[in-house]
């Protein structure tokens, strides 16, 4: 037992993320890199696709772990600056893998995991313009308020903020924002984007019986958009042991909440429980720093597993 716990965490630290755990931010590329390697290490667990391509030819990777029916959906980096919510859920995957006690679990369900939806938004965020024409990179310049620092970067490369893209509450969403910008512009029309539009259709093939969305920052949890009886109350205990495994807190309801979120509109559409889980101490426009990741893949190494197991034990009844 000891040895494969020594084991598995030197591969962890040596292999998956090994940039991640060093002191530069979570890339494109070192996701690439870990999905080849999961893939290689877990054959029999892991298999990994792309579910859609961005403006400037990156890929919207999927992997699944386990083959059981049951599926729930964990997705990360919406937003160019949240990155280290990838970084999280590679690690989630590597770790839960190589986990043999909970072998019974991914061949009853399955976890799919999309872990950058918006990879142009992470490369830019991250001052990488490769692949982006000068023409579209003056635009990105212009879009950013003519500040050369990125840091603040969530939309994707045409300045549209991936979060504010989904059908419910879309139409009488105002974000001040009425054209391409680093944050807020919600588009001409819902799930217009290369990305919005492959994790919508991605969402509808797969059916999860459960979503949690990760972004950063502020520790908390927002569970509900405009639910209310037995859906309310099904979320809201779902809702309350994800807070209870993460020590984060738990949004109130609230009535006028703002809706065109992905989360939103899988309550709204689908209603089946969906959370927004937001890692990281609260902080204004810009990433988590690499120095907080340990203890925010602390509090969120349980949520995959337990998300997991609801869903099979709803899917008994
Ligand atoms: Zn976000």
Redesign the pocket.
């Known amino acids: 037992m000891v040895r494969r716990v020594l084991l598995l965490s030197l591969f962890v630290n040596l292999f998956l993320g090994s940039d991640a755990m060093a002191d530069s931010p979570y890339t494109y590329n070192d996701l690439e890199h870990d999905l080849v390697l999961l893939q290689a290490k877990y054959p029999a667990k892991i298999i990994y696709a792309s579910i859609g391509e961005t403006n400037y030819g990156r890929q919207i990777y999927a992997l699944r772990i386990g083959h059981g029916k049951k599926t729930i959906l964990l997705s990360g980096a919406?937003?160019g600056?949240?990155w280290m919510?990838s970084m999280l859920l590679i690690k989630m995957a590597a770790v839960y893998a190589a986990n043999l006690e909970k072998d019974p679990m991914l061949e009853r369900g399955a976890i799919w995991i999309v872990p950058m939806v918006n990879p142009d938004g992470v490369s830019i965020q991250q001052g990488d313009y490769s692949g982006i024409p000068w023409q579209d990179r003056m635009a990105l310049w212009k879009m950013n308020r003519y500040s050369l620092s990125f840091t603040r970067w969530?939309a994707n490369g045409k300045g549209v903020d991936l979060?504010r893209q989904y059908p419910a509450g879309w139409k009488e969403m105002k974000t001040g924002v009425n054209r391409p910008s680093y944050q807020f512009y919600k588009g001409t029309s819902p799930i217009s984007e290369p990305e919005t539009k492959a994790l919508a259709r991605f969402t509808e093939s797969i059916k999860p019986a459960i979503s949690a969305a990760y972004?950063?920052t502020g520790q908390e949890i927002f569970w509900h958009y405009q639910t209310s009886g037995q859906q309310k109350e099904r979320d809201y205990r779902l809702a309350k042991a994800v807070a209870d495994s993460t020590g984060y807190r738990l949004s109130k309801p609230d009535k006028n909440a703002v809706g065109s979120g992905f989360t939103d509109w899988l309550i709204h559409e689908f209603k089946f429980p969906a959370m927004?889980i937001?890692i990281g101490k609260e902080r204004e426009n810009t990433e988590v720093p690499l120095h907080e990741f340990e203890a925010e893949w602390e509090s969120n190494r349980e949520v995959g597993w337990l998300l997991l197991e609801e869903a099979i034990r709803s899917g008994q009844k």
């Open positions: 919406h937003h600056r949240e919510t969530k979060n972004h950063s927004t937001e």
